[in-house]
């Protein structure tokens, strides 16, 4: 089975430009969350996604958005990117959610110049 | 106090020995417990999970649960120089509907 996949793999945008990263699920999971990465807070929390419907929402600004589509792929957005949005994305999928097992893709790398 | 805490090293181990690596947490009803392991440039990988009082071994891993004391571990055993990396302790709330990481523990197995 697939693992999860994600888009672009590396990205350069510059402040106040938008970005739209694209996460999918392995086969057959419908719950997708999405952490951001940086070397000095770790791993965050962004939100999670579950039958296209936003479960949970870490604490970010409103300039960080997602959806999720019915076949499970989900995008989050970016807009306004400033410096310190530089990080490692990372998308991660489960077949429900909740307390189940998390399996994460790639990453995408996206830096803010 | 910080929702899941890990001491983030570097934690320095010959090869051959056991590498012992803690984490705690603050959520008392927490039922879920993972163990993940992140290479430098690379996302994280699922090592262990746990979810019930006591030891669970997989290979040479084993991950130890005790929830009386909010502490969850990992031994690796025979350490090998492959198993550097950072090891992140994540801990699924209990009704947040998701998964909070400790800062994670450098390890470096020393040949």
């Known amino acids: 089975k697939a693992g999860v996949t994600q888009t672009p793999r590396y990205l350069i945008k510059t402040r106040g430009q938008q970005v739209t990263l694209s996460c999918s699920p392995i086969?057959?999971?419908?719950?997708v969350s999405w952490y951001q990465q940086t070397p000095g807070q770790g791993l965050q929390f962004l939100f999670e996604?579950?039958?296209?419907?936003?479960?949970n929402k870490g604490n970010f600004p409103g300039r960080f958005s997602g959806r999720q589509f019915s076949n499970s792929r989900s995008e989050m957005n970016v807009s306004t990117l400033e410096l310190g949005d530089s990080a490692l994305y990372l998308c991660a999928s489960s077949l429900r959610g909740g307390t189940e097992t998390q399996y994460f893709g790639p990453g995408t790398r996206l830096l803010v110049l | 106090q910080k929702e899941v805490e890990q001491n983030s090293g570097p934690l320095s181990v010959p090869e051959g020995a056991i590498a012992s690596l803690n984490c705690t947490y603050s959520d008392r009803v927490s039922q879920s417990f993972f163990w993940y392991r992140q290479y430098s440039g690379k996302s994280p990988e699922l090592i262990m999970s746990i979810y019930s009082n006591g030891d669970k071994e997989d290979g040479r891993f084993t991950a130890q649960l005790n929830k009386a004391s909010q502490y969850v571990s990992l031994l690796i055993r025979d350490s090998q120089p492959s198993d550097s990396a950072t090891y992140l302790c994540a801990v699924n709330m209990q009704g947040a509907q998701k998964l909070v990481f400790g800062q994670g523990t450098r390890l470096t197995i020393n040949p």
């Open positions: 086969s057959g999971h419908r719950s």
């Open positions: 996604y579950f039958s296209e419907t936003q479960r």
